[in-house]
Every structure is written in structure tokens, then in C-alpha cells.
Antibody, heavy 117, light 110 residues
Framework: EEQLVESGGDLVQPGGALRLSCTGS????????MHWVRQGPGKGLVWVSR????????TYADSVKGRFTTSRDNAKNTLYLQMDNLRVEDTAIYYC??????????WGQGATVTVSS | QSALTQPPSASGSPGQSVTISCSGT?????????VSWYLHHPGKAPKVILY???KRPSGVPDRFSGSKSGNTASLTVSGLQAEDEGDYYC??????????FGGGTKLTVL
């Protein structure tokens, strides 16, 4: 069964840092581009970042650029989202998703990040 | 990176049809064939129901159909059923594998 499992969600203070992980199984992880998407409380889904096959080729939404870093370790079938200088408005459920033919065809169950003092 | 525009809500009775629009620009929806639609139930992972404007993944009923005209894409749900209720989102390719999401439409089956 193809699956994505996120981990690392937590409560963190403003200005703090957190790293989310997303591990894939049941498919060739390295063959796919991967995305991060988030949903704030009472809000819609918002695209955060994407990374191509290789770990250094990532792009970001303007709202997180310079604070978040997406990377991947294909040997471990794992995607990462390093979140630094967190703000209250970064509070959200963060989903990783697999990208294929212009769509996100496989999603994780989500990791909850709460930024609060 | 402006979001695509969707109506905040839509509704219909069981058996009826409902159409949800997704408006973008000539740089996203109007430029590419890569428009997709997702159904999201809070607390669960979103599920893709249409990709490349009109294509349905395996397991998605043919009651779901899509179209695009100019800078606006549409999702039509025919023969509404109770389980179709939820939040629907459109996305469009926006260059370099980046995606734009719509604001979401809450579909209520009356």
C-alpha cells in the first residue's frame, strides 16, 4: 500500500524552530516531486513548498520564504520541512503530498504545528 | 501568488447537480492543462477527484466531471449523494511545479 506518514508536529513558541518529517512507503519515493501544504485553523488549504527529485531544488510560498527549508533524503524515503523563526500565523496542520501529472495524488494524514507562547 | 477564486459555499439536494467554479488568470488556469480538484473532510487527508481538468483517478465515480474555459475551471457533481458533502479545492499549476490553491468551497447536500 502506498503511504505517506508525517511526524514532528508540536507546540512551539514564537521565534522557535521545528522539523517535520514525511516518510513514504509502497512506492519509489525518489521518482516523485513532493509538496508541503498547510491548513490554518478555520482556513483553506495553502501551498507551502515543493521539491524536485533532488534535495537542493526547492521553491516556497512568499509567506515562508527565508524561514522554511524543504529537503529530502531519498535513501531514507523521507521528506523534511525545517521551520525556523516560527510565527503564530504558521499554526496549521501540515500535509506532505506526492506530485504527479500536475496533481497531488497521495497525501499524508497531517502533522499539527501550534505556535503559541 | 494570489489564490484561485472559488465560491465559499454551494448546495444541492440529493440527486441534483451542482457546479463549482475556480477562477484564475492567463498565467495559471488559462495557461496550463494541469487543473485538479480535491475533496477534503476535516481531520482527514485530502483526496484528488480530478486531475488534468477532466481525468478521474481510479475509484472516483463518473458523477464527478470537470471542464475549463479560458481562465475558469469548473467541477460538476451530478446525482448528488450525502457522501459528496465536504470541502472542495481546486489547484492549478503555476510554473516550475508550483501550485496555486483555490480558497475552497463547502458543499452541503440538503
Amino acid at each position: 500500500e502506498e503511504q505517506l506518514v508525517e511526524s514532528g508536529g508540536d507546540l512551539v513558541q514564537p521565534g522557535g524552530a521545528l522539523r517535520l518529517s514525511c516518510t513514504g512507503s509502497g512506492f519509489t519515493f525518489s521518482a516523485y516531486w513532493m509538496h508541503w501544504v498547510r491548513q490554518g485553523p478555520g482556513k483553506g488549504l495553502v501551498w507551502v513548498s515543493r521539491i524536485k527529485h533532488h534535495e537542493r531544488d526547492a521553491t516556497y510560498a512568499d509567506s515562508v520564504k527565508g524561514r522554511f527549508t524543504t529537503s529530502r533524503d531519498n535513501a531514507k524515503n523521507t521528506l523534511y520541512l525545517q521551520m525556523d523563526n516560527l510565527r503564530v500565523e504558521d499554526t496549521a496542520i501540515y500535509y506532505c503530498a506526492r506530485y504527479w501529472s500536475g496533481a497531488l495524488d497521495l497525501w499524508g494524514q497531517g502533522a499539527t504545528v501550534t505556535v503559541s507562547s | 501568488q494570489s489564490a484561485l477564486t472559488q465560491p465559499p459555499s454551494a448546495s444541492g439536494s440529493p440527486g441534483q447537480s451542482v457546479t463549482i467554479s475556480c477562477s484564475g488568470t492567463s498565467s495559471d488556469v488559462g495557461a496550463y492543462k494541469y487543473v485538479s480538484w480535491y475533496l477534503h473532510h476535516p481531520g482527514k487527508a485530502p483526496k484528488v477527484i480530478l486531475y488534468e481538468v477532466t481525468k478521474r483517478p481510479s475509484g472516483v465515480p463518473d458523477r464527478f466531471s470537470g471542464s475549463k474555459s479560458g481562465n475558469t475551471a469548473s467541477l460538476t457533481v451530478s446525482g448528488l449523494q450525502a457522501e459528496d458533502e465536504g470541502d472542495y479545492y481546486c489547484t492549478s499549476y503555476a510554473g516550475d511545479a508550483n501550485l496555486l490553491f483555490g480558497g475552497g468551497t463547502k458543499l452541503t447536500v440538503l
